[in-house]
């Protein structure tokens, strides 16, 4: 769904991160699945997903070895956070290895919950400060793919992805 | 050779080989920072927040240094405050020693550029990387960066296609950016696959979480960081945020600023050691997830000294902690867009804020190779995120330099002969910082000094020993002043007796370009307002774009003794010259007693502005030069009268009087006050005023008028004709 004036929180985030080359689709949890397989390039490669009945297909390797990592074309993993206004989502770095799932492969495939979307960087920063005072995490606001002008020209996938697609689960 | 004739060749060097490369790119960048930050509802105040929390920081910097190394201890790294360089590389060294480290890898990193930390590990026999791809261009051809942000941004692609293609010999040749960043990043991503140490450098730390902020675009950091059991990272202690709340408008600002990126790919918030599995390669067959996770891994957070607790404490260096290394100051800069950082830089850092730097960490001496490319033109001082005066800097670095004794003005004259003995500013200098004396001689004996000044034989001396290129015709001297002018002419009785201007006497206004002077007069004395022209000195601004601040001191309060007596009776300052204004309004807050100095930023206008105004309080328009044709004008304003926000005046008021105007969008006409006077700055503020030359024509109107006297100087030789200032166009004629 396109639409000129972007009204909720979701269609801003939508409207932005088309300007990166993302198309987010958005589906019902069990739904996840079956887009998940639709968007993947295999082989792929992905790290659990949070939610309960948002489960990743059969044709994704969880628990990657490095040699997967490095044969695979497609990294999935969930998103902890969007932010609509940039057109950002938010990346972990687990314990799982997200954050090399999310940056090896040429396509990202990015799965994040609707009601995870913030509208602008201030409540973003609100988030991130509890949450890093507490917890003492990572996180990375990743927007778009990987880029670089270093060579004369803008070229998507520099050293990580040269696409990402956000599934949204609502 | 000479000095000047040296820097004149290094300056022509760059110019033909990196220029186009770097014009094109600082250009794009620059173009970009205006798109992407007008997007912003509340850019100003996410500067004010940005200026803000920076102060704060590094007001309370040494108790956040300890916050910093208590709660990254808690977490489980290490903190080493390196005092200089060879401290902090020693540090890092024992710290790959201990892992019997044979490779570190590296993403971008100013800072460890200032270490020179890949010298010092490399002798240790430590392979290091770089994994940026435009520092590793830069590796691999052994050159230093250029930019701060894109460091390899005077290469084109051909360049470095060519060079990949000589070192690597690959099976087929590379040409494409897409064929050379896919090279790049397999030949990279295999050396950090079996990397020992990763290094990062850090664009932020957290007080209150130990995290380190990186802003980047390719995704080396990450692997840099995540890949490797060790992580090293380098930063200032002036990187140091008090929370991570107040990382906010900094990441909204960073990257609109720098390189016209609403944001960059990657803002990551890494809180080391990090959670992330290693990625061991040498074990390809055993789970990710297995591998060793925060407990098992190292973190060494140096922070570098090397000279920043010093500008803490220095009045006037300060400032520069607060820079967050965005190159909005080098892409803005006329200059840097014609040479870049090679020519525009120093040990390190480059554009106008790499005066600060270099004079903090480096010395007076490395700021001394570069700083006169800074010619105050104050382009730079709207585009920086966190406010900092940068022209000011390189004024008060340049006094540093000048030795800080500026020279009585009797040596000016006597100075006209060389004088290799005679401490401060050099003779050059002192020409360009005393022009108050020169234009009063010139005006005494004109035509005289006209004919003197721009026969053969003297501007051949004038070349020679002052430095003045020969190239320029000097402005005329006029035998009659304004001033003059004016206590000849019978007074005219004001219409509305609370309007009552003071009209600066600017020298080139007084001495030498007296008719804009008196349209100026016959514009406001139209428009019902009473005109005074009394005597007062100059501004200031010469000595002051020459480093010679007491000068320019002792001139501003000169000034004011002149000034004060009509502004106590409510009189306005009307200005011709926007350099001047720019003094008034902004300057003398450095130069005069606070109350003082609020006198003049109140009650001092542009002369375009000033009649904007009047005309928007019911003057009638009709009474100036009006047009009812189709005439049309290209104008170009004055870069600090554009940095005052004024160039809209000045557009108005002439469409007001029924011109179709053109503006251009060169940041700078080149000339920037004395600047492209001198001989060795006069092919690069000729390559400057190119662009605007190329503007002015393609407009191709009836009239060319402009704001400042340098400006319409330049075009002058650009065009070959000089255009008028403003008011010439619009004044009334004159009575016969
Ligand atoms: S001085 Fe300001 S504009 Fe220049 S690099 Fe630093 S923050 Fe950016």
Known sequence: MTQDTPTTTYEQFASVASEYGIEPRRVEPNGVAEAVTEMLDPPAVGTQLP??????????????????????????????????????????????????????????????????????MATAFEQFGERLRETRES???????????????????AHGPKQVEVIVVS | MSSRESKAEHIRRIMATEGAAVGENTRGFNQGRYESVAKLEDYEELKDEARA??????????????????????????????EDAADANRYIREVC???????????????????????????????????????????????????????????????????????????EELETAQELTEFAREHLGELIEGADVGMTGANFVTADSGTIALVTSEGNARKCVTVPE????????????????????????????????????????????????????DRPEEPIAGGDTAGDREFHLVLIDNGRMAMREDDDLRETLYCIRCSACANTCANFQSVGGHAFGGETYSGGIATGWEAGVHGLDSAGEFNDLCTGCSRCVPACPVQIDIPWINTVVRDRLNSGEDVPLEVLVEGLTPDAETEGPGLQKRLFGNVETLAKLGSAFAPLSNWAANSR????????????????????????????????????????????????????????????????????????VEVLVPAAPGSGRAPLSQGMISTARRQAEGVADALDPYLEEGYDVVVIEPSDLAMFRDDYSRLLPEREAELFAEHSYELLEYVYGLLSNGANVEVLDTTSGEETVAYHSHCQQRTLGLEPYSVEVLTECGYTVTTSDVECCGMAGSF?????????????????????????????VASGTSCTDQIGDLLGQEPRHVVELVAPPEET
């Open chain 2, 97 to 171: 020693d201990a892992q019997d480290a044979t490779r570190l890898v590296k993403s971008k990193s100013m800072t460890s550029e200032e270490l020179e930390v890949n010298e010092a590990l490399e002798s240790g026999g430590i392979e290091v990387i770089e994994t940026d791809l435009g520092e590793w261009v830069l590796q691999v051809a052994e050159e230093a960066p250029s930019h701060i942000v894109a460091p390899a941004i005077h290469k084109s692609r051909e360049e470095i296609a060519r060079l990949f293609n000589e070192y690597f010999d690959p099976e």
């Open chain 2, 230 to 281: 060790t992580q090293i990272a380098v930063a200032g202690v002036e990187k140091i945020v008090p929370s991570v709340e107040e990382l906010r408008p900094f990441i909204e600002l960073i990257g609109r600023s720098g390189t016209g990126q609403d944001i960059t790919s990657y803002i990551s918030l890494f809180t080391p050691p990090v959670d992330s599995p290693t990625v061991d390669f």
């Open chain 2, 676 to 704: 492209g006077y001198k001989e060795q700055y006069y092919d690069l503020a000729m390559d400057v005023g190119s662009r605007l030359e190329a503007q002015l024509r393609e407009a191709d109107a009836d009239h060319v």
């Open chain 1, 139 to 157: 996180a990375i606001i990743a927007t778009g793919p990987s880029a670089t002008a270093d060579m004369g020209a803008l070229v998507n996938g």
């Open chain 1, 51 to 120: 939610w309960e009945d948002a489960t990743l297909p059969d044709g994704v390797t969880t628990e990657p070895t490095p040699a997967d990592l490095r044969a695979a074309t497609t990294g999935v993993t969930a998103a902890s956070l969007a932010i609509a206004e940039y057109g950002s989502i938010v990346l972990d770095a687990d314990e799982d290895g997200s954050d090399s799932v999310s940056l090896f492969n040429d396509l990202h495939v990015a799965v994040l919950h609707e009601d995870d979307i913030v509208p602008d």
């Open chain 2, 53 to 82: 929390i920076k102060e704060d920081a590094i007001e309370r910097l040494p108790e956040l240094v300890e916050e910093v190394r208590a709660v990254v201890e808690e977490n489980g790294g290490t903190v080493y405050l390196a």
């Open chain 2, 457 to 528: 034989p003297a501007s051949a001396v004038l070349e020679r020993v002052a430095g003045v290129a020969g190239e320029r015709n000097l402005p005329a001297f006029q035998r009659t002043t304004l001033r003059d002018w004016m206590d000849q002419r019978e007074a005219v009785p004001a219409l509305d007796p609370d309007r009552k201007v003071v009209l600066y006497p600017d020298l080139y206004t007084n001495y030498m370009f007296v008719d804009r002077g008196k349209a100026a007069v016959r514009t406001l004395e139209a428009l019902g």
